[in-house]
């Protein structure tokens, strides 16, 4: 009976184990504030007006030749995973090369990953604002006539009352089945 | 069945005109040529539908046949305004087809008498005479082409032409299989998709099956203004790109150029990269020397 008792309890502290993210949560969760862009088809765009839905927001440039369209292709991949889920969560990439990310730019950039996508752009100084709250580094790099932009390399995971939960760090280790998992987890948690 | 013809030329004149643009991309001469093609085709076709006539039979043979005459030859000679003869390509063959079909129905149909509007005469003033005039357009328009090349260098094509790269090999690219230098094997080459004055980047494994060290020290493409190898690297949070000066590959290894390590930067398009093409890169290794290899564009 003992044996039975101390088995329950074995199984029931393995059913009630924290599920471990792959990513780093934020635990509480961070509540950063609302901000306003342009979106890729130049409309007007806040953070809260995707309130409701699970958002996954990347920082990057359409110049960035490696690792952002790495990441869009691999938003891709976890897009086709979740299934019917995936029409509960938004994909948001925000530049940090305005210059030259136009609303134009970014939607033809966009495009070739997944039309779903949504690019957020807007003036240096709106930008700004945005990096710095998300504690964005951000370094321009000259080199010949072009320039590069070396970058925080993270995804931030924003759920559907607006808190920021958990971030993940772009590196080769991250696998698509590491990102599905854990937003199934966040979404139905 | 008098229709027949006309819908063949008319549908010609339209793959023309739809192709302009892109051709324009490439050489805008023949952007405008390809145009004024189009235009010319569908306009006959239109014209002589409404009211066929003897003058107008023999403008048809002449342009459409022309035109069959002109993509032969600049199939096996340099095209003017290129560097190169023209490819064989499905739009072009479609093309050429519609005016073949349209011009031997035009005057299969004009010899039996069964053209309305179009006189009947001999077989060699039906078919000998505009067959003389398609060649007069054919080769006139080759010709005037090269005449006008030397005083329109802006309309001329502004890509370095792959065959006059150092290390052109067209058997071993045109296979699509690895390509060899010396002790060196290069595969598996793509490059990612991206916007005219973007970046893109290419991806390719080095084999190094020889005794001796060798290094990729430079590369070059003609479709980017600059070219670079880069190293991706991780500090901390931070994602860094750094030129590499040379990328070593060790006697009897192997290095993989690949998302999230080295990668060959292509700076400054000179024109978009679409997916399904492939891109000229100019390898240069320290022992072995130059190669060009070519990269498939591809959608990761």
């Not at chain 1, 490696?66 to 969560?89: M, S, Y």
């Not at chain 2, 290129?82 to 050429?96: N, W």
């Not at chain 2, 129905?105 to 000998?128: H, W």
Request: charged fraction near 15%; charge should be negative.
């Amino acid at each position: 009976m003992r044996l039975v008792l101390l088995a329950l309890v074995i199984a029931l502290t393995g059913c009630s184990q924290p599920y471990a993210f792959h990513g780093t949560r934020l635990e509480p969760p961070l509540t950063l504030p609302d901000f306003e862009l342009i979106n890729q088809d130049g409309q007007t765009v806040r953070l809260s007006d995707y309130r409701g839905q699970l958002i996954l927001l990347f920082f990057g440039y359409t110049h960035c030749p490696d690792v952002c369209p790495t990441t869009l292709a691999q938003f891709k991949r976890v897009r086709a995973q979740l299934g019917k889920q995936a029409e509960r969560v938004r994909f948001i990439f925000v530049t940090l090369d305005p210059e030259r990310d136009t609303p134009a730019v970014l939607k033809e950039f966009l495009a070739t990953f997944d039309p779903t996508f949504i690019g957020f752009t807007g003036t240096t100084a709106d930008l700004e604002a945005v990096w710095k709250s998300y504690g964005i580094y951000r370094e321009k790099r000259v080199e010949g006539s072009t320039y590069f932009v070396d970058h925080t390399a993270r995804i931030y995971v924003i759920d559907a009352r607006g808190n920021l939960r958990l971030t993940w760090l772009l590196d080769a280790n991250l696998s698509t089945d590491d990102l599905v998992q854990d937003i199934q987890h966040l979404m139905e948690g | 069945m008098r229709n027949v013809p006309i819908l063949a030329i008319f549908l010609a004149g339209v793959i023309h005109l739809a192709v302009a643009p892109v051709h324009y991309t490439h050489a805008p001469a023949h952007g405008i040529f390809f145009a004024l093609a189009g235009a010319a085709e569908i306009f006959w076709a239109l014209a002589f539908w409404r009211r066929p006539s003897t003058r107008l039979y023999y403008v048809g043979l002449a342009v459409a046949g022309g035109l069959v005459i002109l993509w032969a030859v600049t199939r096996v000679l340099i095209q003017p305004f290129e560097h190169e003869p023209g490819p064989l390509d499905a739009g072009g063959l479609v093309c050429k087809g519609c005016e073949l079909v349209g011009v031997v129905m035009l005057a299969i149909l004009a010899l039996q008498g069964r053209l309305s509007g179009v006189e009947k005469r001999s077989p060699l003033r039906l078919v000998g005479q505009p067959l003389a005039m398609a060649l007069v357009v054919g080769v006139g328009s080759l010709g005037m082409g090269y005449g006008l090349e030397p005083y329109l260098p802006t309309l001329a094509s502004q890509e370095e032409p792959m065959s006059e790269m150092p290390g052109y090999d067209h058997a071993a690219l045109s296979s699509g299989a690895t390509v060899t230098l010396g002790q060196l094997q290069i595969s598996g080459a793509w490059a990612r998709p991206a916007q005219m004055g973007g970046t893109s980047a290419v991806y390719l494994t080095i084999v190094n099956t020889g005794e001796q060290a060798d290094a990729l020290v430079d590369v070059q493409s003609p479709v980017a203004e600059s070219a670079e190898v880069h190293e991706m690297r991780m500090d901390g949070d931070v994602m860094r790109m750094q030129p590499v000066a040379r990328v070593e590959v060790a006697a009897g290894g192997r290095v993989e150029l690949k998302p999230g390590g080295y990668h060959i930067m292509l700076m400054g398009l000179t024109r978009a990269l679409a997916v399904g093409e492939r891109i000229p890169i100019v390898l240069q290794f320290e022992h072995s020397g130059q190669v060009a290899v070519e990269a498939t564009v591809t959608s990761p």
